[in-house]
């Protein structure tokens, strides 16, 4: 049975997340189509975390302006959202004449994008922001900042969700065509049974898959080079105290900011990342050579004689595109497709796209809107967020994660939630809402009291329980003493 929809987005990252949001006040029917099991799998989980300011894009681009845009706002959004934001600043570091020639430029075409709070610091000035630090020059960004990204996606989606829109995990779209009344979407479920949607509006929010979904209308004007960033995770406290976001001076060559270090919110610090083009855009891989090279990065500026206490690795992929003719797109593209009126393409949404969400949410609803206006702000500051208890209101019962003091009562919430969504709980997914199993033992200490206390009080038999989704069951067999766990 084809079931209809006003709106169909693809993709539940951050971006297809705040669409869904934005456009959740107009009272439409809107679905969104994510293959995961959950929201934020893709790079909207898999990045360093930072709200930039907006001097690193080139101006006039779309990527300047949107990002400017989104860090002006992320602090009334992150206090709508009920969610962590802190306005570290940053510090980009640079130890010769040349570098400091780039920092200069680097400053002025920040000017030029009207970013605030732009500053050249000798040796003396960075020694005493960071004492930790190596670097001869520095320009300071007063307005960059850190975020969760687990919980900001997470938060958009459920936003969204108390708006109304429907989200369907475990969809991933194989083709879409033009009928008269819509555009027809067929998926196929993660069970391999097909799922048939027809929408007037449908918006490829797929990320490192937009693409993809780009080539099902029968067109190949772009192609898609997976560039994977790799990262490591430091134990916290294990390094002195870094406590904002510090960058190399970046290689224009390259396109990417290199390999910097970013503190968390939750007290960990971030070596990373790396950028190397993949073959496969799922290939999550970390490697061997790349991991030497981010303790060189790290050690570039932070002295030779660093150690570091690594408690994961990790990588996420940025949906590089090039034109048919290899020509690369360096800025976002947003363009509804002339031969398919109603189909929105989202492309190249890589970095700062995680701050640029809300802001690119914003024009794809102007787009939609005759009158090219953006949905009033109010509407969604004044929403009701009860159907979504925060994890941390619901502490209570035995502490199960001691690494990251998270009890029974945040486990058994974020499972909830998660069920709220339409998602289906797996270790992953409670990992991102309430941090169980994310500290220094990467649960090595928990896993199990975890998978008894979902068996017993969630309802999630042992045999079911996943890492993040059908394929990547946890346990298998009889243990030892013939329990079934
Ligand atoms: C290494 C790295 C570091 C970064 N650092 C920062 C940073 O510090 N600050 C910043 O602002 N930005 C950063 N970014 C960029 C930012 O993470 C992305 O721009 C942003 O997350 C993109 O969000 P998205 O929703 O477009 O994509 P995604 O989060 O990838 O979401 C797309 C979703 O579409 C789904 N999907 C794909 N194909 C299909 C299909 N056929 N059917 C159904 N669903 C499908 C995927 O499963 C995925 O969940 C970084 C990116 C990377 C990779």
Excluded at 94 to 112: C, M, V, Y
Excluded at 166 to 173: A, S, T
Excluded at 227 to 244: A, T
Excluded at 314 to 321: K, L
Aim: proline share 5%; hydrophobic share 35%; with cysteine.
């Amino acid at each position: 049975m084809i079931k209809e929809t006003d709106v169909l987005i693809i993709g539940a990252g951050a971006v297809g997340c705040a669409i869904a949001r934005e456009l959740s006040v107009y009272g439409r029917r809107i679905t969104v189509l994510e293959k995961e099991a959950d929201a934020g799998f893709g790079a909207s989980g898999r990045n360093s975390g930072v709200v930039h300011a907006g001097f690193n894009n080139p101006s006039g681009s779309l990527k300047a302006a949107l990002c400017r845009e989104g860090n002006r706002g992320f602090e009334k959004l992150a206090s709508d959202l009920g969610i962590g934001f802190l306005r570290t600043g940053k510090l980009v570091v640079g130890n010769t004449e040349r570098d400091l020639e780039s920092l200069t430029r680097l400053k002025i075409q920040g000017e030029r994008n009207e970013i605030d709070e732009l500053e050249i610091l000798d040796e003396e000035e960075i020694r005493r922001r960071e004492p930790a630090l190596r670097g001869k020059y520095a320009l300071w960004s007063g307005r960059t900042g850190i975020f969760d990204p687990f919980e900001y996606t997470l938060a958009l989606a459920e936003d969204a969700a108390s708006g109304g829109v429907r989200f369907l995990f475990g969809h991933e779209v194989k083709s879409l065509r033009r009928e008269q009344d819509g555009i027809r979407v067929l998926a196929e479920t993660s069970a391999g049974d097909p799922a048939e949607f027809l929408s007037g509006i449908v918006i490829n929010a797929a990320g490192v898959g937009s693409a993809r979904i780009f080539r099902m209308t029968g067109k190949d004007t772009y192609r898609v080079l997976p560039c994977r960033g790799e990262y490591h995770l430091l134990e916290k406290g294990s390094f002195g105290s870094i406590g904002r976001p510090v960058y190399p001076v970046p290689d224009p060559e390259k396109g990417v900011l290199g390999i910097h270090l970013t503190p968390t919110l939750h007290g960990n610090l971030m070596i990373g990342p790396s950028a190397e083009f993949t073959e496969d855009p799922e290939d999550m891989a970390n490697t061997a050579p790349v991991m030497e090279e981010l303790l060189a990065g790290a050690r570039y500026l932070l002295g030779e004689d660093c150690s570091f206490r690594l408690i994961r690795s990790f990588s996420g992929i940025r949906p590089r595109i090039v034109e048919k003719d290899g020509t690369p797109v360096t800025d976002f593209r947003m363009e509804e497709d002339p031969d398919l009126p109603g189909m929105i393409h989202l492309l190249g949404i890589e970095s700062p796209g995680i701050t640029a969400s809300v802001p690119i949410a914003k024009r794809v609803a102007g787009m939609l809107r005759e009158d090219g206006s953006q949905p009033q702000d109010r509407l969604l500051t004044e929403r009701d967020r009860s159907r979504f208890p925060r994890v941390k209101e619901a502490a209570g019962g035995r502490m199960i994660c001691r690494c990251e003091t998270v009890t029974e009562g945040e486990i058994l919430q974020a499972v909830e939630n998660a069920r709220k969504l339409g998602a289906l709980p797996t270790m992953k997914g409670i990992k991102n809402r309430c941090r169980a199993s994310m500290g220094s033992c990467q649960g090595g200490f928990c896993t199990l009291d975890i998978s008894r206390l979902l068996k017993d009080k969630a309802g999630i038999p042992t045999d079911r329980l996943t890492y993040d989704g059908p394929g990547s069951e946890l346990f298998t067999g009889v243990l030892k003493g013939g329990e079934d766990q």
